[in-house]
């Protein structure tokens, strides 16, 4: 069974929260408090609780905790943060970013068909949802020619058999 909540005009939309310099105190001090109430959660296995103005306390989702924590450190850092439904939709020059990529290089991928994209009008929307998924797979492709490269090195060194060609390949590592 699914519960729809009324969310807040905006909220299916990126937002950005950017630390007031007057509440960098305030924001260091709660940091502090969360990594104290983790560290409580983690030898009790307990789960922390929001309590209301009438003193009701409700345990707080371990999810939500740790996103809580990642902010509260975030802002305590003087970092900005954006939060992103994930199936917003974004702008090329908005999925480049949040991929670390030139916009060029986000659309040959696009047209290459490595990432899912809409194109509604003249320009190109690409999901939050479809940007993760490629990030997660680019990744594991990466894990997995390190892994193999791995493999090729040591099957290499295992084929030399003169002492001088492995001297020679343990001077070239060195460097």
């Given at each position: ?171 070239l590592d060195a460097e």
């Amino acid at each position: 069974m699914s519960t729809s909540i009324d969310m807040p005009r905006g909220a299916r939309q990126a937002q950005t929260y950017l630390p007031e310099t007057d509440a960098r105190e305030e924001i260091l001090d709660f940091a502090l408090l969360l990594r104290e109430i983790e560290v409580l959660r983690t030898q009790n296995s307990s789960r922390a609780a929001l309590v209301d103005p009438q003193g009701n306390a409700r345990p707080i989702p371990d999810e939500i905790f740790r996103i809580l924590d990642q902010v509260t450190n975030a802002l305590a850092a003087g970092e900005g943060i954006t939060v992103v439904p994930q199936g917003v939709s974004m702008t090329t020059q908005q999925a480049a970013d949040f991929l670390g990529i030139s916009r060029p290089t986000l659309v040959r991928l696009l047209e290459a068909g490595d990432i899912a994209y809409d194109k509604p009008g003249r320009h190109r929307r690409v999901r939050l949802g479809d940007l993760i998924a490629y990030q997660e797979s680019f990744r594991a492709e990466r894990r997995a020619a390190m892994r193999e490269l791995q493999r090729a090195g040591l099957d290499a060194r295992a084929q030399v058999r003169d002492p001088a060609d492995l001297k020679r390949l343990s001077e070239l590592d060195a460097e």
